[in-house]
């Protein structure tokens, strides 16, 4: 049977929601799945199904081949059965152990020889050296999230399954943290389902994405294609970055980035390296579009290209254009008849650097 | 002071805690994370000797397990003997009369343990078993303790139960409290103090240690609080 993860699954909070998602995640090789919504979508609930702590009334998951539930012959493997590592959103952290008591927690069945080594690899993994005594409430939100971490990996589980990791992190933390939870799920190879709102975490983390909506499954693939093309309006809304491109970054000065994407340079405020591969990802909104020898303007990134497609959002209008790549750019109906656009018209497109978000990549 | 009743009063009270502990432990857990419907009925039927006045517990025991009645009979073909106004049919009856000053601070403890955290033990590979070992009693101790301490403390106390089911038998169902009636029947308020004092006494020691366990622990508070609910 192939190897893979499938989960088709019905669960209903009655009242409230539907939750019905079907979905598969290859794992050989391991691959981190992205469950994308807004609160209250239902991310959590399937991650808790897959963790056995949710029963769906109607539904299979099936993971390499051996079923976990499958509520049609009434299989329902307990958590306990599934080797699975689990992050909850804020942690939950044995408040009366320390960060080691912490981490072996689940290591009970080996011998005290191997359970000590097991920790000192999470504990070497996530950087807690020096830490291993104290309890969970000696400890900033960064060093608790790593401790969890550990605890969900230290297992060597089958599959990760982490709900919200960095939200409950100050911004600051966040983005150093992400950075540490890509490498980290790169270096442990395990397949992973990461529940998450923030699209920068969905393109710095995520192979494959499945953007969820009111209990409803609106889109999947990978978060490019999903950031690129959305199937519809409301998922456009939900992810809010119509303009994600691959790019590599080529020079890198005084809090500058150049980006290289298809052959075009980009300039974009960033401290990333050079070397890196990244998302250069641009907000419609922020594309300012102007007719052709206009004058000189602030905007650092002048790029011509053509008008491809006019599409009416009521009020506003989203304009493609094709400059090497495909960029999308919201102007209001007034603006687009001032400038005469239609498809075929050439035109400049302006986007100031700070508008250029670079998100890292695997 | 009557010494055998003192005695005797000590030992059912010991026993009763302890009995309370095995059973009202795996009744509590059921209380707290069952998700069954129905599970008010039997949260119902476990806070009744509550409210219920002690003589009509008394009377439906001293009925359930009289030679007439199949429990009754069972035991006495056990035993040789029947099970009322002996110390075992005593013990039985102080079980059910002080079974919710147990299981009601038992039950509140384990509410109080924060529910992703036994999530998190379970996806960590432990049994139910061993997570409620492993992790809610260490969480839950103020409110085991207060439990026991107050299921002692309740059977030091009671009367109208004893009086249905054991009667007055010295040196086997003949309690403290009932001591003291019989004194202040015979007038002999003397002995009667003495005895009422010890009891006093022994109560409000037990009511300091659990209020002062308490005192810097919330939880268990509320685990006396829960009485009430």
Not at chain 1, 247 to 260: C, F, K, N, W, Y
Not at chain 2, 126 to 151: A, D, E, Q, Y
Request: glycine share 8%; charged share 15%; net charge neutral.
């Amino acid at each position: 049977m192939a190897s893979e993860l499938i989960v088709d699954l019905t669960k209903t909070f009655p009242g409230r929601i539907t939750i019905e998602v079907n979905f598969a995640l290859p794992l050989d090789p391991p691959t981190v799945l992205i469950l994308f919504g807004p609160s209250g979508s239902g991310k959590t609930t399937v991650l808790r199904c897959l963790a056995g702590l949710e029963w769906p009334e109607r539904g299979v998951i099936r993971f390499n081949g051996q079923p976990w539930v499958d509520t049609a012959k009434g299989v329902r493997v307990p958590p306990q059965q599934r080797r699975l590592g689990y992050m909850f959103q804020d942690y939950a952290l044995f408040p009366m152990h320390t960060v080691a008591g912490n981490i072996a927690f689940g290591l009970t069945d080996l011998p005290s020889a191997e359970r000590s080594s097991r920790v000192g690899e999470a504990v070497r993994l996530l950087q807690l050296q020096g830490l291993e005594g104290l309890r969970p409430s000696q400890l900033s939100g960064g060093q608790q999230q790593r401790v969890a971490l550990a605890r969900a990996v230290v297992r060597h589980p089958g599959l990760l399954l982490l709900d919200e990791p960095l939200s409950a992190l100050d911004l600051p933390t966040r983005v150093r943290l992400r950075t540490e939870l890509r490498r980290l799920l790169r270096d442990l190879a395990i397949p992973s389902i990461v529940v998450t709102h923030d699209w920068e975490e969905a393109l710095a983390l995520g192979d494959h994405m499945v953007v969820m909506k009111d209990g409803r499954m609106l889109q999947k693939g990978t978060p490019q294609a999903v950031f690129n093309a959305p199937t519809n309006a409301e998922v456009a809304t939900i992810v809010g970055m119509e303009t994600v491109l691959p790019g590599r970054i080529v020079e890198s000065a005084g809090g500058l980035a150049t980006v290289d994407v298809a052959g075009i340079k980009l300039l974009a405020v960033s401290e990333e390296e050079a070397g890196s591969e990244v998302f250069a990802c641009i907000r419609a909104e922020d594309v300012i579009l102007e007719p052709l020898g206009a004058g000189a303007i602030s905007a650092r990134n002048r790029l011509a290209g053509t008008v491809r497609t006019i599409t009416s959002l009521g009020a506003l209008v989203q304009v493609e254009i094709d400059c090497g790549f495909a960029l999308a750019a919201v102007v209001t109906r007034a603006g687009m008849e001032e400038l005469s656009l239609g498809p075929g018209r050439p035109v400049i497109a302006a986007i100031k650097a700070g508008a250029v978000h670079l998100v890292p990549r695997k | 002071m009557n010494w055998i009743a003192i005695g005797l009063t000590l030992q059912l009270a010991t026993l009763t805690a302890l009995v309370l502990l095995v059973i009202g432990l795996p009744l509590a857990y059921w209380l707290s994370f069952s998700r069954w419907r129905w599970k008010f009925a039997i949260e119902s039927v476990v806070a009744l000797p509550l409210v219920l006045p002690p003589t009509v517990l008394g009377f439906y025991i001293l009925v359930a397990i009289g030679p007439h009645s199949p429990v009754g009979r069972f035991y006495t073909t056990l035993v040789g003997h029947p099970l009322p106004f002996t110390f075992e049919g005593l013990l039985f009856a102080s079980i059910l009369y002080s079974l919710p000053f147990a299981v009601q601070p038992f039950a509140t403890a384990f509410d109080q343990v924060d529910r992703r955290l036994v999530e998190a033990s379970w996806t960590m590979g432990l049994s139910r078993l061993r997570t409620f070992v492993k992790l809610i009693l260490p969480l839950s101790t103020t409110g085991i303790v207060t439990g026991i301490v107050l299921s002692f403390a309740h059977t030091l106390g009671e009367f109208g139960v004893v009086l249905m089911v054991g009667g007055n038998i010295e040196g086997e169902t003949r309690t403290v409290s009932i001591d003291i009636y019989d004194e202040v029947q015979a007038l002999n308020y003397a002995g009667a103090a003495k005895t009422a004092l010890f009891l006093l006494a022994v109560s409000y020691t037990v009511l300091l240690l659990v209020y002062g366990m308490n005192r810097s622990v919330r939880e268990g508070r509320l685990a006396l609080l829960s009485l009430q609910r």
